[in-house]
């Protein structure tokens, strides 16, 4: 028995994710830092605020850019920490709940992900730009697509990640002396 043409193009789209999902697989593994990376001191360091909702990339000691986020919400908050970056991966394909987002407009993922240290926690862009300067993820950080896209393209496997759960001296120093909680009224609180 011959199958239809329906069953044919279903078992292309099969192989064609699997494809994706291996090919991905291999860039992970050839991307992730090797365990002395962990130790070594980067040039660069990522610094986010989580209550500011803001991203600051540290070259040399001095900041070179801050950039608006979204991050977790209260029921899936951003951990706090130190990390660093163990993947980098241009038009990433998205996995969850049984099913697999390619690349491309719909992807919740965005068109790069930073995946870092802490197992499924990353910094990506988005395709709901509307949610920057929210709590709304998952967890992760979210940035705009052309922000993440620039900063993908100076930052390294091996560089620093910070993630500040309360504004100190040094986020302060960095971001202005802006108060968080007015940015979480202009943003709605969300």
Known sequence: MRPDQETIRHFRSLIAVALVASAEALCQQKQSAPPEAENAQSPRRIVVSIPDRKLALIEDGRMVKVYSTAVGRPTSPTPSGTFTIVQRIANPAWYGSGKVVA??????LGTRWLGLSR???GIHGTNEPRSIGRNASHGCVRMRNRDVEGLFARVEV???VELHGERDAELAQILGKQDPSASAMSAGGQ
């Open 119 to 121: 197992k499924s926690y």
């Open 158 to 160: 091996g560089d620093v």
């Open 103 to 108: 690349p491309g407009r719909n992807n919740p």
